[in-house]
């Protein structure tokens, strides 16, 4: 570690360059202090994310390693979940999609070539947002021209 701010750390790398390992990409879980975790001149591994228009280095520390064991499930009766109850009428998931005691459905990913990154996501989320603002703002058009004027 060359430096660090409030919001990651700056890392030496080869060639006389340097990178930035923000501080959403130092650890798998939350961070709030760079320093509980970071200290200036400690050595670490890191990967490359990104270069941006600026050629400005973007790294990780989670992604350079393998991400940690997921705590297991309890198993067991739950009581109050959606899987103890009767399917109502209101209820349109189709059977295969809904929850069945003891069992989870997760959806399925987007990109099927591993996790996409925050920018992708961001990207995702924002075109999707903006398509529905459009369609939003084309009915509530629509919707004024049919009452008329009288």
């Given at each position: 570690m060359t430096g660090i701010t409030k919001f990651g750390a700056f890392v030496s790398l080869p060639g006389n360059r340097s990178g930035l390992v923000h501080i959403s990409e130092i650890a798998y879980s939350y961070v709030n202090d760079v320093h509980d975790l970071l200290a200036e001149g400690q050595e670490v591994k890191v990967?490359?994310?990104?270069?941006?228009?600026?050629?400005?280095?973007?790294?990780?520390?989670?992604?350079?390693?393998?991400?940690?064991?997921?705590?297991?499930?309890?198993?067991?009766?739950?009581?109050?979940?959606?899987?103890d109850r009767p399917r109502s009428e209101g209820d349109r998931r189709p059977a295969s999609r809904r929850s069945a005691p003891g069992r989870s459905f997760a959806p399925e990913p987007a990109q099927p070539r591993g996790p996409a990154s925050f920018e992708d996501q961001l990207k995702q989320f924002m075109a999707s947002s903006d398509s529905k603002l459009s369609e939003l703002h084309m009915n509530e058009k629509r919707g004024s021209r049919r009452g008329g004027r009288k």
């Amino acid at each position: 570690m060359t430096g660090i701010t409030k919001f990651g750390a700056f890392v030496s790398l080869p060639g006389n360059r340097s990178g930035l390992v923000h501080i959403s990409e130092i650890a798998y879980s939350y961070v709030n202090d760079v320093h509980d975790l970071l200290a200036e001149g400690q050595e670490v591994k890191v990967k490359v994310i990104g270069i941006d228009d600026n050629n400005r280095i973007n790294l990780s520390i989670k992604q350079a390693l393998p991400p940690p064991p997921r705590p297991e499930r309890r198993s067991g009766p739950r009581s109050g979940g959606s899987g103890d109850r009767p399917r109502s009428e209101g209820d349109r998931r189709p059977a295969s999609r809904r929850s069945a005691p003891g069992r989870s459905f997760a959806p399925e990913p987007a990109q099927p070539r591993g996790p996409a990154s925050f920018e992708d996501q961001l990207k995702q989320f924002m075109a999707s947002s903006d398509s529905k603002l459009s369609e939003l703002h084309m009915n509530e058009k629509r919707g004024s021209r049919r009452g008329g004027r009288k």
